[in-house]
């Protein structure tokens, strides 16, 4: 089996491999595509770069398969770096895509939830979220072992596979509902598989600081790479209006670029100091190595930006004062070291913060119906199980599901999936609440707390949730199970009767029989 040069440069402490973000744009001979072709080949050929990057249909638009180019990629003898989202393919295409890129060498994958769909051919194409990066990464992990299931002769066990996957998280989320979902979403990536974390884009160096404290206090010990985008002011200015979800540049930054292109080069030299910077920071601080990506980048400024950054390595603590871009109001997960600028090591204390977004009276109701109808020795439990088991498969049924439906429509906007995750989410449900169906974290678009689809309209479903947990000191919820995809199997039937009998994702946890 051909040697992974970017995982064992990635695992190796003594080395600081650099990735190199492509774009490979829409179309498939179009200009966008040879470029993209042209700057791998240079690459390949320069031995710098440990693995090209490939978006995979960046802001939610068509695109070249990163896929295919990922494949004609290896044939240059440079590790692709795939990115593999989850926003257009069910779980069956997702598996399919997974044999195709085995198949292929390309062993490096990049897991994440996907921007949600635009514009397509005639119109908005339907968003599909059947899986989440979890999920990917459960399946990806299956695989690496001999994906194993039921076949007509008994069971079917593949070869094992070879990928190298890892995921995304965001520090840069301003308020703590949002951090805390991110962070509590990361140890389930981990959990799941993930072998390795690169950040989102921002440019705050003390919540780069705060992350790598995080996963050392947490003890997530994988290689986490930091992000370093060469930002122009276009860019900066949609990154700063959330136009680019995930993508954190605040206001002074704004303005200091605005500036920048004022000057001959049109800001090109701040930029790429800027990066060099970065680069030197996150070496010194512990990184294990950085992302580089930017619009129309030449691979002769990719290697510019190693060089300064490698000299600028040996002074990295002097180079905080450049990346003092801290959101107004910003959460931060430890207390600030005034000495350094940083980050101490201790948490800050969060039990008596203010709740940044109202507990709605829904919760308390739900909270008391759930304990006395579906925990097990409650008042209503034994009857509630008694009465289904005597619908189940009769006219009762359909009489049943109706008013369970119509109950749940009014109260949580069911859409009647049939395997509820109302209880694993303080009662938001994540079908109906989220429309990226995220159920066992939030995405890493939201910004001030709001949806990254419905800015400004609608709160994030895990920012509600974090606050109705908290209000009862069970944030912690959010990091402790990691729920499975829901099952199709049961769409349209009665959620009631599939918890009490055992038929959905609960039976395991609530040890109740079929």
């Known amino acids: 089996m051909r040697k992974n040069n970017f995982r064992e ?88 895509q997974l044999y195709a ?13 996907g921007d949600y769909p635009m514009s397509g051919f005639q119109g908005r194409p339907a968003p599909v979220f059947d899986l989440d990066p979890i999920h990917v990464l459960q399946l990806i992990a299956e695989m690496n072992k001999g994906l194993e ?21 965001s520090p840069f989320k301003a308020t703590e509902a949002e951090q805390m979902a991110q962070y509590y979403k990361l140890k389930k990536k981990i959990a799941a598989g993930a072998q390795f974390i690169i950040t989102q884009l921002g440019y705050d160096v003390r919540k780069f600081h705060e992350l790598l404290l995080y996963m050392k206090q947490n003890g997530l010990n994988v290689p986490l790479v930091g992000n370093i985008y060469i930002l122009p002011y276009g860019a900066a200015r949609m990154m700063n209006r959330n136009e680019l979800p995930g993508s954190v540049v605040s206001d002074k930054l704004l303005a200091e670029i605005d500036q ?22 996150m070496k010194g601080m512990g990184f294990s190595g950085v992302h580089i990506g930017g619009h129309n980048i030449k691979y002769e400024q990719v290697e510019e930006i190693m060089a300064r950054g490698e000299e600028l390595v040996a002074q990295w603590p002097e180079l905080f004062r450049y990346f003092d871009y801290p959101l107004e109001n910003g959460f931060y997960y430890y207390e ?21 977004v109202k507990v709605e009276g829904i919760y308390g109701l739900s909270n008391f119906v759930h304990h006395v109808m579906f925990e097990p020795g409650e008042k209503c439990y034994g009857f509630m199980q008694w009465l289904c088991g005597k619908a189940a ?45 995220q159920r066992n974290g939030a995405c ?7 949806c990254e689809v419905y800015p400004g ?43 009490y009998l055992g038929k959905d994702h609960h039976a395991k946890k609530q040890e109740v029989q079929k």
Request: with cysteine; proline share 6%.
């Open 336 to 356: 600030r070291d005034s000495a350094t600028g940083l980050n101490k090591e201790n948490p800050v204390e969060r039990k008596n913060r203010p709740s940044e």
């Open 444 to 450: 890493g678009g939201s910004f001030q707390g709001w």
């Open 149 to 169: 299931y039921p076949g007509a002769k008994g069971a079917v066990h593949h070869e094992p596979g070879d990928f190298f996957a890892g995921a995304v998280v």
């Open 260 to 281: 920048e292109r004022n000057a001959p080069d049109k800001g090109t030299g701040a930029r790429m100091l800027r990066a060099a910077r970065l680069y030197a920071i």
């Open 457 to 499: 309209q609608r709160l994030c479903a895990y920012v509600r949730a974090y606050a109705r947990l908290k209000s009862k000191g069970k944030e912690s919820q959010l990091e402790e199970n990691i729920l499975p995809p829901c099952n199709w199997d049961l769409y349209r039937t009665s959620s009631w009767i599939n918890f």
């Open 101 to 113: 890129l085995d198949r292929a060498g390309v062993r490096n994958i990049l897991v994440m939830s």
């Open 393 to 437: 498969g009769g006219q009762g049924e359909a009489v049943l599901h109706k008013m369970e439906h119509l109950t749940k429509v009014i109260l949580y906007d069911c859409r009647d999936c049939g395997d509820c995750a109302l209880i694993d989410l303080a009662y938001v449900c994540p079908m109906s609440q989220c429309p990226k169906n």
């Open 9 to 96: 440069a990635l695992l190796n402490p003594d080395l600081f491999p650099v990735t190199w973000e492509l774009v490979p744009g829409r179309g498939a001979r179009e200009k966008a595509q040879e470029m993209a072709m042209t700057l791998a080949g240079q690459a390949a050929a320069g031995g710098k770069i440990a693995a090209l990057t490939l978006t995979d249909n960046p802001g939610g638009t068509p695109a070249m398969s990163a896929d295919y180019m990922g494949g004609e990629i290896v044939k240059l003898g440079i590790e692709p770096l795939v990115h593999f989202t989850c926003k257009d393919k069910n779980r069956n295409q997702i598996e399919s």
